[in-house]
């Protein structure tokens, strides 16, 4: 399917997963309800024209925030558009629950696009987490857009290291189901970890990830919004 075909699901309204929780047990609700609202199956866009980045970075201390997007053209790799948001965490410090302290910050700035990207690729997991609705997951269902993430390192799961060559993967397991793939996107170098977030299949989001990392281990998408959200930062303090 090409981009120029495919369009996004309209966000449901009111939108979900926007009420900023007010505890943990409220947070942990709020992903069970959201979660059967992922779309694991896809495909996606397989061709699409434009890929989005998100990237988070913190003050040392915690208080501070800057979200950034980038939008990259899928074949050059060359930015087109972006933008940040810089505030508070709007939750606390608490693993799994990462997407409520980032993903208003994140939203502001997706708001602040003059591109609607065919393709969100999220520093951080999707269906690999806990409760199977990471970060990836959660944009994904708010703004109706297909969505993958890809982590650094894993939150959940176990694997066999996959062979050293670029593109080999092994499955990424919580206990008996599959929850990503853990993929070499450089030859002899650590993998990343890919899961799908929402819109997309497995397959498919890794394909993607090949085609964003051409010449580092990270995602152009991350590399690019990565280095957003420290300047704004920077730019902050």
Not at 28 to 48: I, N
Not at 105 to 134: M, Q, Y
Not at 146 to 168: H, M, N, S
Request: hydrophobic share 40%; net charge neutral; charged share 20%.
């Amino acid at each position: 399917m090409s981009s120029g075909s495919w369009k996004p699901t309209p966000t449901p309204t009111p939108t979900p997963g926007l009420p900023s929780p007010g505890s943990v047990a409220e947070a942990v609700a709020m992903q069970e309800e959201l979660r059967p609202l992922v779309d694991t199956v896809g495909p996606g866009p397989t061709s699409p024209a434009t890929v989005a980045g998100l990237d988070v970075a913190y003050e040392e201390s915690g208080d501070l925030l800057a979200a950034a997007v980038t939008v990259l053209d899928a074949r050059t790799l060359a930015v087109v558009d972006s933008a940040v948001s810089v505030g508070r965490p709007a939750f606390g410090y608490v693993p799994g629950l990462f997407a409520f302290r980032e993903l208003p910050a994140l939203l502001a700035a997706l708001d602040r696009l003059t591109t609607s990207p065919d393709l969100l690729v999220c520093d951080g997991h999707g269906l690999a987490h806990p409760r199977r609705f990471g970060l990836a997951c959660h944009l994904g269902v708010v703004t109706g857009l297909p969505a993958i993430g890809v982590g650094k390192t894993p939150l959940v799961g176990r694997w066999d290291p996959p062979p050293v060559e670029r593109g080999a993967w092994s499955p990424l397991r919580d206990g008996d189901e599959v929850v990503g793939r853990v993929l070499r996107t450089r030859g002899g170098v650590k993998p990343v970890f890919v899961s799908v977030g929402h819109r997309m299949s497995l397959d498919n989001a890794s394909v993607q990830v090949l085609a964003l990392t051409p010449r580092y281990r990270l995602p152009e998408t991350t590399r690019t919004a990565d280095r957003l959200c420290r300047d704004a930062l920077a730019r902050a303090r």
